[in-house]
């Protein structure tokens, strides 16, 4: 990911190399050449996605300003968030780099920890992946929602014992497909809690700002402007779920009628289109 902005856009290039002066390797040659096994170890994919986003957005500043100034308000899933405080004007460029790097290896340290995982469950609503979530948690295992992405699209994080045995219960219980994530551990539940101590650190130290445009965020799906309060739920999101479908829904009661995603793939326009199909959605990026 991210090739196509090196290749063929200055002003991205010039970001994937002051990244990579700070992280200590070659980011854009790792993203355009891998090897993927490293890049999707979460303490490579965080600041590779951060840098995606913020180049993408860039890009597109230059070459359509007019599509950057309408914009009312920011949101990203999971680490996506940093890159809408960034965008947003709550985190320059640089300390964002080594924030998201911190953050990464803290939560690669915290998976490393424990046997855990993720996995997709679809075409089941939330009453129903709690329920067998509940059935299949044996003995203080931790297992349940993190990523509430759409209707009938949840990831749910914990051991990996008991993900194996919510795959044939989840499909049981009427689940179109449950599918194992490429992730290092079982993000966004309390089997992260190591890492929060480390990213609490990190946030002291680096310079947060009020924000330009709001934020909505992960944790309680509220749009947010003041620093403190964007300090505060960034470390409270490694820990707790995601609300993407209660962020978008909330943006949609505010005001907001259309969405563009910025960086990589089309996870976010897909989840639109299951939310609201008449959303008028766009992308700018590597998909």
């Known amino acids: ?158 051991h990996l014992t008991a993900i194996e045995r919510l795959v044939p219960a989840a499909e049981a219980a009427g689940a179109m497909k449950v599918i194992p994530l490429s992730v290092a551990g079982a993000f966004h539940t309390s089997l992260m809690q190591p890492a929060v101590e480390a990213l609490r650190a990190a946030l002291e130290e680096i310079p947060i700002h009020d924000t330009q445009i709001p934020v909505y965020s992960n944790v309680d799906a509220r749009p947010h402007q003041s620093a403190s309060e964007i300090r505060d739920l960034l470390s409270r999101q490694v820990v707790g779920s995601v609300r993407w479908e209660d962020s978008v829904r909330q943006m949609l009661e505010d005001g907001i009628d259309g969405f563009e995603e910025v960086g990589t793939g089309r996870v976010l326009r897909g989840t639109l289109k299951r939310i609201n199909r008449k959303l008028p959605s766009d992308g700018f990026g590597d998909g």
């Open 1 to 158: 990911m991210g090739r196509w902005l090196c290749e063929t856009h200055p002003v991205a290039k010039s970001l994937f190399d002051q990244a990579s002066e700070i992280l200590g390797y070659d980011l854009g040659k790792l993203c355009a050449e891998g090897p993927e096994s490293q890049l999707n170890e979460t303490a490579y994919s965080q600041p590779a996605l951060f840098v995606v986003g913020i180049a993408a957005a860039a890009v597109m500043r230059e070459q359509a300003p007019e599509r950057i100034a309408v914009v009312k308000a920011a949101a990203g899933l999971s680490l996506g968030e940093y890159t809408a405080v960034c965008f947003s004007g709550g985190l320059e460029f640089a300390d964002g780099v080594r924030l998201v790097q911190r953050r990464g290896q803290a939560m690669q340290a915290a998976a490393d920890a424990v046997q855990s995982g993720m996995a997709s469950v679809l075409g089941l609503d939330l009453d129903k992946v709690k329920q067998v979530c509940d059935d299949c948690r044996h003995d203080g295992e931790v297992l349940q929602p993190a990523n509430l992405l759409c209707p009938g699209n949840i990831a749910v994080s914990g």
